[in-house]
């Protein structure tokens, strides 16, 4: 059975920065596409960033660029997602999820798995 488990999330002030976790299990991310997406009360999941399985390569949203930083250990399985210089737009549920896809990039649809999600609520 396959797992994603984020962890990580919580109340921060605008201008912190924050950390979170993804841990896969029942599946290898080496041959797996990951990406962090969000959602924030009353608005459409939004794709944050992900990292080709093939690749490697981080890919983020414009509306992240420059304060996000995807990162990836195959050998824990686990993918992190570093936010610095938190804002109160920051706020939202946010998701990892995995990908047979070489390149699902933003395509929400591309993704097989997905975790529960872990709540960042950034206070101004």
């Known amino acids: 059975q396959v797992q994603l488990v984020e962890s990580g999330g919580g109340l921060l002030q605008a201008g912190d920065s924050l950390q979170l976790s993804c841990a896969g299990s029942?599946?290898?991310?080496?041959?797996?596409?990951v990406g962090w997406f969000r959602q924030s009360p009353g608005k459409a999941r939004e794709y944050v960033a992900s990292s080709d399985y093939y690749t490697r390569r981080p890919y983020y949203a414009d509306s992240v660029k420059g304060r996000f930083t995807i990162s990836r250990d195959n050998a824990k399985n686990t993918v992190t997602l570093l936010i610095n210089s938190l804002k109160p737009e920051d706020t939202a549920v946010y998701y990892c999820a995995a990908s047979g896809y070489k390149a699902p990039g933003s395509e929400s649809h591309k993704y097989d798995y997905w975790g529960q999600g872990t709540q960042v609520t950034v206070s101004s």
């Open positions: 029942g599946l290898m991310f080496k041959i797996y596409s």
